[in-house]
């Protein structure tokens, strides 16, 4: 296995459909050519943002090599493979690997939920190892899963349990286990912090690379964030993330994923509709997370 360290800004991004719910792969392309652009070093395909359980292992297989066929050196491709099944994330395992997937990244299951960090690292361990060339990335997020032990005290299991294992991606409100978890990582492993609506906070305990959802359509303002704070101005920092959090707000209000999905059609990447049960964006409320991100004079500076 070839070792690997992310860095920097990995978007989350969103999987494009039609208006009747259908995989529009040709926006594929699209999307890569403007996340190089906005700046961003990866994107971690099928995860949350990329509605993976709304999508069939077929689906997520097709999605997987679109964008292995675009992403070039400058943009890392990192797929999660995570499933309530363990057969079939080890199926999406074996394909990433055979891709050629950078890496891969797995949360654990969410109806039978795995007790206790020997249960997590042994599920983890039995996706990674049907990818065995391929680094593998723990997909923290127990917002989603109920799945929630503290990954300081997982990390030397998993570690040891997991060849390829090469990180953590940390979705998790928890700052006191992430800042123990990143001491205990060193330079050794990534963990990714997965919070954008507090990357500073981030910052300021260790982290090196991050992944979100916002950073599709936003990754400027918070490279700008970044630089202030490497260059120890924090008031500038600060401010650019208060700056980033009031254009976070209509993402909650509305819904995260239907608004999103709108903010990328909004910048000229159309991504269409969530799939139900979600909803779409559309109309009067459109018009106020237009009206929201304008006041914050949003698309000058993306």
Request: hydrophobic share 45%; proline share 6%; with cysteine.
């Amino acid at each position: 296995m070839t070792r690997i360290h992310l860095t920097g800004l990995i978007a989350a991004p969103y999987t494009p459909f039609d208006s009747d719910g259908r995989l529009k792969l040709d926006v594929v392309p699209r999307l890569a050519t403007h996340l190089v652009k906005q700046g961003v070093s990866g994107a971690f395909i099928c995860g949350t943002t990329g509605e993976w359980a709304s999508l069939t292992r077929e689906e997520r297989m097709a999605v997987a090599t679109a964008w292995r066929s675009v992403a070039g050196p400058g943009l890392k491709l990192i797929v999660h493979v995570g499933h309530n099944c363990l057969e079939d994330a080890r199926e999406l395992a074996r394909h990433a690997e055979s891709i050629g997937a950078d890496a891969i990244g797995a949360l654990m299951p969410s109806f039978f939920k795995p007790g206790g960090i020997p249960a997590v690292v042994d599920f983890s361990r039995r996706i990674a190892e049907a990818a065995p060339k391929t680094p593998f990335y723990y997909y923290h997020i127990p917002e989603m899963t109920g799945v929630d032990v503290p990954m300081h005290q997982m990390l030397p299991e998993i570690a040891r349990a997991v060849p390829t294992f090469a990180g953590i991606k940390f979705t998790h409100h928890n700052a006191m286990d992430f800042a123990l978890t990143s001491a205990a990582a060193g330079d050794q492993y990534d963990i990714l912090f997965g919070r954008d609506e507090f990357l500073l906070a981030g910052l300021v305990m260790g982290a090196k690379g991050a992944v979100g959802s916002t950073y599709n359509y936003s990754a400027k303002l918070y490279l700008k964030m970044m630089k202030d704070y490497e260059a120890g101005k924090m008031a500038e920092a600060r401010a650019q993330q208060v700056r980033i959090q009031r254009c976070i707000a209509p993402l909650l209000k509305y819904g995260p994923l239907g608004t999103g999905k709108a903010c990328m059609g909004l910048v000229g990447v159309e991504c269409g509709p969530p799939r139900p049960p979600l909803k779409a964006v559309v109309g009067d409320n459109l018009a106020a997370v237009r009206k929201e991100l304008e006041a914050e004079n949003f698309f000058a500076d993306v």
